[in-house]
Every structure is written in structure tokens, then in C-alpha cells.
């Protein structure tokens, strides 16, 4: 299967900073990549879907000042979380797919710790 | 409203014993399913998709629109099953697709 590598794998962060987290595919191109935020025993929930070249769609009740993305080119998207809270911290996720109805692939993930 | 329900947290069974992980699903129009699993330590990845009807790992999973479920199934547990498994549902149009919405996942432990 196809590679999607994010990073760092693990980030702490003091109040009020931003952080940035790296999602690359390594060996296909991404048409489209997802971000996806994961709190201890709970599920993934969206946040957005990254399109190349175009702006994130967010999902309801996502911040999008709060959460930038960034898809600047097929391989690669960013997330950066702007200003950050403790109440930020969690488990970020990034997926990628070549193009519609294609499998999508997972990052290792991001631990994100704000203290 | 798009959901999907995992109603179960953890499943427990010996080795050898059938397993049945649930999902059930809300989604107004025609979905795609799917079963994530994510061994420890190491990222989610497909186990397998509705549409293409496989059997991974001796898992399968069959779409009951009736029902609205898509429950995962083993007939002989092995201990290299457990792990955490989530249910999909993505939508069929091209705008939806790849846009995954999770269940909250059970956790799945194999004991010797």
C-alpha cells in the first residue's frame, strides 16, 4: 500500500504558540488529503478536506482561523494550529488518496500536548 | 443525520471463538462501508470495503441495507486479531468520497 508519513509524531507546545504538523504521501500523489482529530478512547472526527491548490472545506464547528490548512502541492498538506490551548491537545491524523474512489491512506499520526 | 454506531467498546473471546464486532449506520443515500483496524502501536489501515465483497484475514462483512449494518465477522478468532477496529461510512458521491465518518471503534482482545 501507499505511504502517508506525518511530522512530527510527537509535539509539545507552550499556551499561545502555533505548531505546525506535516503530512506528506511518499510515494503516490494526493489529489486530496483529510485532517482528522482523535480524543483519548474516542473516534476520529473530521476536520477538514484539503484539495491541492484550493482552499480546505471545514467541517461544522471547526475553526478554520484556529485550524489552518494548507495543501501546497500533491504530496504535501500542513495543519497548523494557531494560538494554541491545552484544550488543543490531542491526537491529530492525516489520511491521503490519489483521486476519487481510491483507498485512503493513514498517517502514523500526531500527538499534540499544550501546556 | 450521518452516523455510525459501534455499540460495543471492548469484545473479549478465547482463541478459536467466533467474533461478530457491530455497526450500524444513518446516512440518507447510498453509502460506502468500510472496517479500519489499527493494531498497537501502528497506524489505521483498511481491512476491507463493502463494494468489493473480499476476505481479509479471514474477516468478512456483509452491507445489510434492511438492517442498516455492516457487522464484522470472524468464524475462528486468533490471538493476532486483537486490536482496534473501526466501522466507515463514506458517501457514494465524488464531493463525499474518502470523507470518512467513524464509529467510536471497539477493541477486540483474542485471549489464549
Known amino acids: 500500500g501507499a505511504v502517508v508519513s506525518q511530522h512530527p509524531s510527537r509535539v509539545i507546545c507552550k499556551s499561545g504558540t502555533s505548531v505546525k504538523i506535516e503530512c506528506r504521501s511518499l510515494?503516490?500523489?494526493?489529489?486530496?488529503m483529510f485532517w482528522y482529530r482523535q480524543f483519548p478512547k474516542q473516534s476520529l472526527m473530521l476536520m477538514a478536506t484539503?484539495?491541492?491548490?484550493?482552499?480546505?472545506?471545514?467541517e461544522q464547528g471547526v475553526e478554520k482561523d484556529k485550524f489552518l490548512i494548507n495543501h501546497a502541492s500533491l504530496t504535501l498538506s500542513t495543519l497548523t494550529v494557531t494560538s494554541a490551548h491545552p484544550e488543543d491537545s490531542s491526537f491529530y491524523i492525516c489520511?491521503?488518496?490519489?483521486?476519487?474512489?481510491?483507498?485512503?491512506?493513514f498517517g502514523q499520526g500526531t500527538r499534540l500536548t499544550v501546556v | 443525520a450521518q452516523r455510525v454506531t459501534q455499540p460495543e467498546k471492548l469484545l473479549s473471546v478465547f482463541k478459536g471463538a467466533p467474533v461478530e464486532l457491530k455497526c450500524n449506520y444513518s446516512?440518507?443515500?447510498?453509502?460506502?462501508l468500510f472496517w479500519y483496524v489499527q493494531y498497537s502501536r501502528q497506524r489505521l489501515q483498511l481491512l476491507l470495503r463493502?463494494?468489493s465483497r473480499e476476505s481479509i484475514k479471514g474477516f468478512t462483512a456483509d452491507l445489510n441495507k434492511g438492517e442498516t449494518s455492516f457487522h464484522l465477522k470472524k468464524p475462528f478468532a486468533q490471538e493476532e486479531d486483537s486490536a482496534m477496529y473501526y466501522c466507515?461510512?463514506?458517501?457514494?458521491?465524488?464531493?463525499?468520497?474518502?470523507?470518512?465518518?467513524f464509529g467510536q471503534g471497539t477493541t477486540l482482545q483474542v485471549k489464549p
Open positions: 446516512y440518507s443515500g447510498s453509502p460506502e
Open positions: 489520511s491521503a488518496r490519489r483521486t476519487e474512489n481510491t483507498e485512503a491512506f
Open positions: 510515494d503516490f500523489q494526493a489529489t486530496t
Open positions: 463493502h463494494i
Open positions: 484539503s484539495n491541492e491548490g484550493s482552499k480546505a472545506t471545514y
Open positions: 466507515a461510512l463514506s458517501g457514494r458521491l465524488s464531493s463525499n468520497t474518502g470523507k470518512l465518518i
